[in-house]
């Protein structure tokens, strides 16, 4: 089986996905202070729930956000590892490289 | 939990109410887009051009569980966000209710209590030896007042029922987001959204479109899909996705290229042949770093459609329809035809983003001479699959949430017996999606057009062409005043071949026309 990656592209992919969550932060954050709103506009039961909702739906799009997020970083690690692991590959080629004898590099 | 009272009801803040639902409004429209694009980057993942192996496809296939959760929360916001703007609704009309039941009570000397009863003060008893006239007003003025109480008890009792539906309406909008399992005191984290998403099943596809499904529906179909389901889709069923006129040209490609890999897998197939040509095709296309959809095909009837370009970005879209002489092992010349006219419309419009179609949903007329060429038949059918096509793609391109639903310039350049293609696309009931038409080297159409059903209708008949006097088989020639196309330009010995000859003025005209660069008389 044979494993392929551009670096670059999967990178900027990443990058992408925490935008995008950076993005849905700023609307849960919106939820917050939103069912705020809605617990108190109405005194009693209108505002008990509809306020127990909004909140809801700030846990709700929070969780959108820590997905996103969280395939980010999955998608950004993965691009770091290779490239880590290609470095340390390479160190130990040219490790056994030097330690060759003159005239058979 | 009690009842409110009345004053209580007339105090809500019923502005801060409505704007917290429109605020939760907003955010529901902004996820369709959020969603579309995050789904983008799932697929560019998926297609494993830029991370193959093991690894590639567990961070696809993580990414689609994502599009899954969003998919669903989506949803079962959408339904909750209904039920909050039931409660501002209702609250908005007990609020109203309320002030106006108290003011009225005040101005009529009525006293209301907090649960809605009224009442007037008791009347002095008549004075001793009043006249008739004076007990007919004391009489009067107490039925006045009873009137007035039961007034004011009327509205108070209205505004409290409306806060009671306001009440039943906010206790209610937790309720759809059950279906992710989130009930109020306990919210999932995200890994308890997927497990409840995935456990509830609410990826999976309720149903299919059946035929005669219109284009907008199927795109409000495929929109409510997550990217999951359309992969449990378009595996399952290749033959429907990929000829689903409302689907993005990228999901129909991918179900395309799946009935192109059976169909090359059994030799034996009727549509064997049909594939090994478009295969040749689309890998020639692709080794050069050309980027090709294949929107339509069916090996079976030899009919297929290939993009040049991105049918689902591109501003400015033509679909060439060729005519009489064409089948399946042309498509490299089609292909030619098409990257022809691209390279026309990018010359025109250097910083347009331009798609071609090398469009053969017909079975166009083996040659001259065949009957088929002489009669409608092939047209009639190509006519109906063309209209399709085209509002297909008007559909998805308008459903398309990450574009802003901007719909793109559409020109049809049609060849010969392609233009009574275009004819019978015109006939089919409802506006040809359309917003030009290049007719080339026309054999007559029944229509005029302005009948046409484009804004803009261009025509080119050379003066050696044959084909467009000889003998007008199937109804005016284009280029007759009556026909009232505009005429481009054409060479004298442009024949009946050469209208998307590199070195002719007809071709750069053609792209001004697809670039939305030349004007129409």
Same mark, same amino acid.
């Given at each position: $089986? ?8 999967? @990178? ?7 935008? *995008? ?68 590959? %390479? ?11 003159? #005239?058979?590099? | $939990? ?26 529901? /429209? ?17 297609? +494993?051009?830029?991370?193959? #192996? ?35 609704? /209702? ?8 002030? @106006? ?42 039925? +006045? ?58 990826? @999976? ?8 499904? %219109? ?21 399952? /069923? ?21 009935? *192109? /890999? ?30 090709? @959809? ?7 009837? %030899? ?157 080119? %008949? ?60």
């Amino acid at each position: $089986m044979s494993i392929a990656i551009q670096f670059d592209v999967v @990178q900027a992919l990443g990058e992408e996905l925490a935008a *995008l969550a950076t993005e849905l932060s700023g609307d849960a954050d919106l939820c917050g202070s939103t069912a705020v709103s809605l617990a108190t506009a109405a005194p009693g039961e209108v505002s008990e729930h509809a306020g127990a909702t909004g909140q809801l739906w700030a846990v709700l799009v929070a969780d959108l956000v820590a997905g996103a997020q969280a395939a980010s970083t999955a998608l950004l690690g993965a691009v770091r590892s290779y490239r880590l692991a290609d470095a340390a590959l %390479s160190d130990r080629l040219l490790a056994t490289r030097a330690a060759l004898p003159v #005239g058979t590099r | $939990m009690s009842a409110p009272a009345l004053t209580a009801v007339a105090a809500w803040d019923v502005a801060l109410l409505d704007g917290a639902v429109h605020t939760l409004e907003a955010v529901t /429209e902004r996820l369709p887009p959020w969603r579309a694009r995050m789904e983008s980057v799932a697929r560019a993942l998926h297609d +494993a051009e830029c991370w193959s #192996g093991d690894a590639g496809q567990t961070a696809a296939l993580a990414l689609g569980e994502v599009s899954g959760v969003v998919t669903a929360v989506t949803r079962a916001l959408g339904e909750s966000l209904d039920r909050l703007e039931d409660t501002a609704r /209702e609250a908005r009309t007990a609020q109203e209710l309320a002030e @106006q039941a108290l003011a009225e009570a005040a101005v009529l000397g009525v006293t209301v209590d907090e649960a809605g009863g009224a009442v007037v003060p008791a009347p002095a008893a008549p004075p001793a030896g009043a006249t008739p006239e004076a007990l007919a007003d004391h009489y009067d003025a107490i039925a +006045a007042g009873a009137d007035a109480a039961e007034r004011v008890a009327g509205l108070a009792a209205d505004a409290l029922r409306a806060a009671a539906r306001a009440a039943a309406a906010a206790a209610g909008s937790a309720a759809p987001l059950g279906s992710v399992g989130v009930t109020v005191g306990g919210p999932p984290d995200h890994a308890g959204l997927e497990a409840a998403v995935a456990l509830g099943g609410v990826w @999976q596809p309720a149903c299919l479109p059946v035929v005669g499904t %219109s284009p907008e529906s199927v795109a409000a179909w495929w929109a409510g899909l997550s990217e999951p389901a359309r992969a449990v889709v378009t595996s399952w /069923e290749p033959g429907l996705v990929g000829s689903l006129d409302g689907l993005p040209a990228w999901a129909r490609d991918r179900a395309n290229r799946l009935l *192109l /890999e059976r169909a090359l897998a059994d030799p034996s197939s009727a549509g064997h042949g049909t594939a090994v040509a478009v295969a040749a095709e689309l890998d020639r296309e692709q080794a050069a770093g050309r980027p090709v @959809q294949l929107w339509s095909f069916d090996a079976d009837e %030899s009919l297929v459609a290939v993009v040049h370009g991105d049918l689902d970005t591109a501003e400015d879209v033509g679909v060439y329809v060729p005519g009489v002489g064409n089948d399946v092992d042309d498509l490299g010349d089609l292909g030619v035809d098409a990257r022809a006219v691209a390279d026309a419309a990018r010359a025109a419009a250097p910083a347009a983003s331009v798609a071609t179609v090398a469009w053969l949903g017909y079975r166009p007329p083996g040659n001259v001479l065949a009957p088929t060429a002489w009669v409608e038949g092939r047209a009639a059918a190509g006519g109906t699959a063309l209209a399709g096509d085209l509002a297909g793609l008007a559909a998805a391109r308008g459903a398309d949430p990450a574009r802003g639903a901007e719909l793109p310039r559409v020109t049809v350049v049609a060849h010969s017996y392609g233009t009574v293609v275009v004819d019978r696309a015109a006939e089919v009931p409802g506006e040809l999606a359309v917003d030009a038409l290049v007719l080339l080297g026309s054999p007559g159409m029944d229509a005029v057009a302005a009948e046409l059903e484009a804004e803009e209708v261009h025509e080119a %008949s050379s003066p050696l062409d044959p084909v467009t006097w000889l003998a007008d088989v199937h109804g005016t020639e284009t280029d007759h005043p009556d026909f009232g196309a505009t005429p481009l330009p054409v060479d004298w010995d442009t024949w009946h071949t050469l209208y998307l000859d590199r070195d002719r003025p007809t071709l750069a005209a053609i792209g001004e026309v697809v670039a939305g660069e030349r004007g129409s008389d």
